[in-house]
T-cell receptor, first 113, second 114 residues
Framework: DAKTTQPPSMDCAEGRAANLPCNHS???????VYWYRQIHSQGPQYIIH???NNETNEMASLIITEDRKSSTLILPHATLRDTAVYYC??????????????FGKGTKLSVIP | NAGVTQTPKFQVLKTGQSMTLQCAQD?????MSWYRQDPGMGLRLIHY???????DQGEVPNGYNVSRSTTEDFPLRLLSAAPSQTSVYFC?????????????FGAGSRLTVL
């Protein structure tokens, strides 16, 4: 699987948009970009994923650059409950590499009142 | 739906003891897996199963045993616990093993081995 690079920490003011970047410059054509978050030591929570196109759901938006080498997770109106570690993960679409998610250290997002 | 249910939530063992961490899902998911998370680290895959009767090793399988006799259950066995197995364990499942299938995680089981 391709590796990802994320900033170790970010701050965001409550009510503002949180933009979390992720670099995955070695991503290949059939690999998905996934975002999960983990609050304290709870189980990772799925946020969103995409292959080539930008995606939006009730939690967030995912913007993938045209060359697919980087992406941005956008939380449109951050709340204190969004304080968590956010993981950007590249996952193979098929084959042995699709069987696991490779978690890095993620970005610790702190939402400030 | 309850999703992915893990028991127990907390467990303390002595070195050499054995135990089983239970994982059950009610979503009729084919794919199930176990991860461990050590302090300050990301999750690492221990074992996985792509369907009943089929299991395989992940990144860190040593010291753990699994079986998959039903679609719903995927227990993780520690045969002789060691302090290095002190960790938080997460079970996860998805409807398939391809990259398009979203993995749903349980709440975790925190294990301490003295």
């Amino acid at each position: 699987d391709a590796k990802t690079t994320q900033p170790p920490s970010m701050d965001c003011a409550e009510g503002r948009a949180a933009n979390l970047p992720c670099n995955h410059s070695t991503i290949s054509g059939n690999e998905y970009v996934y975002w999960y978050r983990q609050i304290h030591s709870q189980g990772p929570q799925y946020i969103i994923h995409g292959l080539k196109n930008n995606e939006t759901n009730e939690m967030a938006s995912l913007i993938i650059t045209e060359d697919r080498k980087s992406s941005t997770l956008i939380l449109p109106h951050a709340t204190l409950r969004d304080t968590a570690v956010y993981y950007c993960i590249v996952r193979a679409g098929s084959g042995a590499g699709s069987y696991q998610l490779t978690f890095g250290k993620g970005t610790k997002l702190s939402v400030i009142p | 739906n309850a999703g992915v249910t893990q028991t127990p939530k907390f467990q303390v063992l002595k070195t050499g003891q054995s135990m089983t961490l239970q994982c059950a899902q009610d979503m009729n998911h084919e794919y199930m897996s176990w991860y461990r998370q050590d302090p300050g680290m990301g999750l690492r895959l221990i074992h996985y199963s792509v369907g009943a009767g089929i299991t395989d090793q992940g990144e860190v399988p040593n010291g753990y045993n699994v079986s998959r006799s039903t679609t719903e259950d995927f227990p993780l066995r520690l045969l002789s616990a060691a302090p290095s197995q002190t960790s938080v364990y997460f079970c996860a499942s998805s409807s398939g093993s391809s990259g398009a299938n979203v993995l749903t995680f349980g709440a975790g089981s925190r294990l301490t081995v003295l």
